[in-house]
């Protein structure tokens, strides 16, 4: 498998589809040496099931085992660490990859636990850790999803995984796309198996999923998000953390010199918004488009630097005072973010506007209590 490849596959039998595919990329010789340790890293952001379009499905990573397994790869792991505000224990048994990993006697790593090294990350100091730095291979698995202040997540931003937890919180005070794009020149990014199966495209935590039934492999972590942005209907220059990764070196967002091998047929028909392919393998993409809700709800909210656990809640709250009928009663704006800390204000959300008049207490608060905090806030709103 070349660099600039991008290898596609659909179908709902994700554990023989992740084999397959793997198999036709042929990562075995990728790796090379089977005393080589390689680890997995799956996206476990939140307590939220695969099939909410948030998380990667487990049996992307039973497949991917079992392939190494077959092919006489022994020093397995699995690590991650969730965002921030959710216990990475907690996500791994709610997404099911607690039983993969004891089913295939591979352990798991939860990177909230482990020590980190501060790397010079191309003119940025950032600190990553030492467990996802010692493997000799990573492979990365994300999902294909939208992200509320970001607009897409993918492989790049999937890495935020293997960063302290303090690191993260400094990573949304810069605003994300610097040290997003800097992060990927240190950390390990040798294979991306991209979880496309049902990602949302609007909510990073999923809740809206999409259906799309399909697995992608990438070599080159900026051309994998690359694709996603032009897939989702971005420009790249839409999402600018793809063409800063670009720019340092990380890879290529050129996605129209990029092969495409689809290792399976085409559907014959496929769903609203998934990708129409031809038999040649040139393929003709349509687009799948975020519904825009997020940016409907937004105009709620004014975000400094918020952690995506904040400004995610607040979101879904937002989402669910629309479905409730109560938003429109909100006629204030909801401040949110690390940016609001010390400032005066009206109405705010989390510790870090602890100053404001009314704050939603919390680090981050739940959506829930977001919700109910918002609708007595609301009932005081001027009319
Ligand atoms: S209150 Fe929210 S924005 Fe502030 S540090 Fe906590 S999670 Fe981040």
């Given at each position: 498998m070349k660099k600039n490849d991008m290898f596609f596959i659909h179908g709902t039998d994700y554990r023989e589809m992740t084999i397959r595919l793997l198999e036709a990329c042929n990562l075995a010789a990728l790796i090379g040496d089977t005393g080589k340790s390689v680890a997995l890293k799956p996206n476990l952001v939140t307590t939220t099931p695969p099939e909410e379009g948030a998380t990667t499905h487990p049996e992307i990573l039973a497949g991917a085992i079992e392939y190494l397994q077959a092919h006489g790869f022994g020093e397995l792991s699995v690590m991650e660490s969730s965002w921030v505000g959710a216990r990475t224990d907690d996500v791994f048994q709610v997404c099911y990859h607690d039983r993969v990993c004891q089913r295939y006697g591979v352990p798991f790593y939860d990177m909230k636990k482990d020590t980190y090294t501060t790397y010079d990350a191309r003119g940025m100091e950032i600190a990553v850790c030492d467990r996802a730095m010692a493997v000799d291979f990573m492979i990365n698995l994300p999902v294909f999803k939208g992200h509320g202040q970001t607009k897409v997540t993918c492989a790049l931003k999937n890495n935020k995984g293997v960063i302290p937890d303090f690191e993260k919180r400094r990573f949304h005070a810069l605003g994300l796309t610097r040290p997003i794009a800097h992060l990927n020149t240190v950390c390990k990014n040798d294979f991306i198996l991209v979880d496309n199966i049902c990602g949302d495209l609007d909510f990073e935590d999923g809740g809206n999923p999409v259906v799309m039934n399909r697995i992608l492999a990438f070599r080159d972590p900026v051309l994998c998000d690359a694709y996603v942005c032009t897939a989702m209907?971005?420009?790249?220059?839409?999402?600018?953390y793809v063409r800063l990764a670009e720019q340092l070196g990380v890879g290529s967002a050129d996605v129209t010199k990029a092969h495409r091998v689809y290792v399976n047929e085409p559907l014959e028909e496929f769903g609203p918004g998934e990708d129409a392919q031809d038999r040649t393998g040139r393929g003709t993409e349509s687009v799948i488009r975020p519904s825009g809700r997020i940016a409907r709800l937004a105009k709620h909210a004014e975000q400094r630097e918020a952690c995506s656990a904040c400004y995610g809640a607040l979101i879904r709250a937002l989402s669910r005072m629309e479905k409730r009928g109560?938003?429109?009663?909100?006629?204030e704006t909801v401040s949110v973010g690390q940016g609001f800390r010390g400032v005066a204000g009206a109405l705010g959300i989390g510790r870090c506007t602890a100053s404001f008049a009314r704050s939603c207490p919390?680090?981050?608060?739940?959506a829930a209590d977001i919700v109910d905090f918002l609708e007595e806030a609301a009932e005081n709103c001027p009319h």
């Open positions: 209907g971005y420009a790249v220059d839409d999402v600018p109560t938003l429109r009663r909100l006629t919390g680090c981050p608060p739940d």
